[in-house]
């Protein structure tokens, strides 16, 4: 029989299944007698995991949702998973997504033992989704210098840029930015007396030094901006449309890429945010149904453009078709 400590880390994992469990099935699973079984019951519910009883024939054992959330148990596919998901994430697009993934991230790989961070980065490397299709960067890097914004710290690296020699750089890290399928750091250079955005591909041997700074004014509105402005990306557009078909029809249409907001039972608002007008045009031709586009004006543009040269192509496919006179 295990020993209690690890008995009621068992017993912790299944019911994070979020199933219900019958008392003696969960007892026959752990190797116990059912007495002992509501014993380690309780000694989770001391440690503030709310854990549902109901007598009974039909009774047993659930996890509820709790006011926090609880310590995850994860076995090494579960964990491997949830690295590679959460980094996906941060890159969805998805207001909001990409700085909570990133904390998330962070918490997740530092635990990983190494055996498994290699998994999470091979994984990523050979793996293509509609997500990003930029270089990979290794989870490590991504969280070393991720901890080194949040906790302020300077941070140290090689760094090799484009068409250049590789180089050492000591740098007062400010915020990671998600952009356009690449990683990219932005900081103070302390070797050159400036703002920079380095990619996190091209960055190697991250290291904190120890020494805290205080943050120094950004000179942009924000890293976003800052970033898109160094790189030369071209800055996201906000597309919204009236859309004629039941909110759940666009969302299944849509999935996360767009903000689905219900007007009435036959119509819902959509809103997407892409850097190309082309993703939004195809998604809502994807759901099959009339819709208004509300804005920007660019959109609106593109839209007709599409219409033209769709109208043209059946136009012209209609010529073909009629017989010579």
């Known amino acids: 029989m295990a020993n209690t400590s690890s008995r009621t880390l068992r017993l912790l994992s299944l019911l994070q299944t979020h199933r219900h469990w019958s008392g003696p099935e969960l007892a026959g699973r752990l190797g116990v007698s059912e007495r002992t079984l509501r014993r380690d019951v309780e000694r989770l519910r001391q440690l503030g995991y709310p854990v549902g009883a109901a007598r009974g024939t039909d009774g047993g054992y659930q996890l509820a ?39 998330a991230l962070t918490k997740v790989v530092r635990v990983l033992p190494p055996r498994l961070r290699a998994r999470v980065d091979t994984l990523r ?136 907001e219900p007007v009435d039972q036959d119509r819902c608002r959509l809103t997407m945010t892409s850097t190309s007008l082309d993703w939004p045009t195809q998604a809502l031709g994807n759901v099959g149904a009339d819709f208004e586009v509300l804005g920007p004006p660019e959109f609106v543009a593109h839209v007709q453009e599409w219409g033209s040269r769709f109208l043209r192509a059946t136009r012209a496919a209609g010529g073909q078709d009629r017989e010579p006179s």
Do not use: K, N
């Open 65 to 103: 949702p709790g006011a926090v959330l609880p310590p995850l148990l994860l076995d090494d596919e579960e964990a491997v998973a949830l690295a590679v998901g959460v980094g996906d994430a941060a890159q969805s697009g998805i207001a909001g997504m990409q700085e909570a993934s990133l904390r």
């Open 125 to 260: 490397a050979m793996t293509l989704s509609a997500v990003t299709a930029g270089p990979v960067v290794a989870a490590d890097v991504l969280t070393a210098v991720a901890q080194a914004c949040r906790d302020e710290e300077r941070l140290r690296f090689g760094y090799t840029a484009r068409g250049s020699a590789p180089t050492e750089r000591e740098v007062e890290p400010y915020r990671v930015v998600a952009l356009g399928g690449r990683w990219y750091l932005v900081a103070y250079d302390l070797g050159r007396h400036d703002w920079r955005s380095f990619r996190l591909d091209r960055l190697s041997g991250p290291a904190a030094t120890g020494a805290r700074f205080r943050p120094r004014p950004l000179p942009a509105e924000d890293a976003v901006t800052f970033v898109q402005a160094a790189s030369g990306a071209p800055a996201p557009y906000t597309v919204t449309a009236l859309v004629h078909a039941p909110a759940a029809r666009v969302r299944q249409a849509v999935g996360s890429w767009g903000t689905v």
